[in-house]
């Protein structure tokens, strides 16, 4: 067994807006300040929702922007290998 020695938990923080259309947090960017300055205004924001079964294209420029960190199980994968998948 070869244990991988990426993290399974992403504990940085992520600059996004919520999809208009699924309400699925579409993340943009990384927030380098950790938190502790307010995130400024975007400029112009064109962004696709991640989600497949949406996939809604916007202009989230006027959008409020928030912070988010991923879930971890949406990291299971990263840093895995096709020998780790397969056991």
Same mark, same amino acid.
């Given at each position: 067994?070869?244990?991988?020695? !990426? ?5 940085? !923080?992520?600059? /996004? ?11 943009? %960017?990384?927030?380098?300040?950790? /938190? ?5 205004? %975007? ?8 989600? %497949? ?22 990291? %299971? ?11």
């Amino acid at each position: 067994m070869r244990i991988s020695p !990426w993290s399974k938990v992403d504990t940085k !923080w992520y600059l /996004g807006v919520r999809c208009r259309k699924c309400g699925a947090p579409i993340l943009f %960017a990384l927030d380098h300040s950790d /938190g502790e300055v307010p995130p400024v205004p %975007a400029g112009k924001l064109l962004l696709t929702c991640p989600l %497949a079964e949406c996939r809604h294209k916007a202009d989230y420029s006027t959008a409020t922007v928030a912070r988010f960190q991923k879930e971890p199980s949406a990291l %299971a994968d990263i840093g895995a290998t096709d020998e780790d998948r397969e056991g």
